[in-house]
């Protein structure tokens, strides 16, 4: 049974830099797409980025620029470096894997998820 552990979540000021970590068990990340949803208090989840087995990524137009998506197959790891990070960044950060139900913005789309890492922006 797949198994996804979120990690690098933490404090940091407005134009800091983080990077999260999304680690795969259970099987492999070969043939996956991964996604990132974020959820800011009071408010539904938000896909962030995803990114296919061809190494192909997408991303929320917000973070276009700030935010890279990238995979390491043979540490079955997924990561998100996060710069010129900014308050309304702010959220609880999950990864997910796609089961290629519908939009990769579609949190029904997807049918495992880790247990989240918070990351929050501010002075």
């Known amino acids: 049974q797949l198994q996804l552990v979120e ?3 933490g404090l940091v000021q407005p134009g800091g830099s983080l990077r999260l970590s999304c680690t795969v068990s259970g ?3 070969e043939n996956l797409s991964i996604a990132w949803f974020r959820q800011a ?38 990561y998100l470096q996060m710069n010129s990070l ?4 702010t959220g609880v950060y999950y990864c997910a894997v796609d089961a ?4 990769w ?17 501010s002075s």
Do not use: H
């Open 41 to 78: 208090p009071g408010k539904g989840l938000e896909g962030v980025s995803r990114i296919n087995p061809s190494n192909m990524p997408s991303y929320l137009d917000g973070v276009k620029g700030r935010f890279t998506i990238s995979r390491d197959n043979a540490k079955n790891t997924v």
């Open 105 to 121: 913005t579609l949190p029904g789309s997807y049918d495992t998820w880790g247990q989240g890492t918070q990351v929050t922006v």
């Open 27 to 29: 099987g492999t990340l």
């Open 7 to 9: 990690s690098g979540g």
């Open 100 to 103: 290629f139900r519908g939009a």
């Open 86 to 89: 900014k308050p309304d960044d």
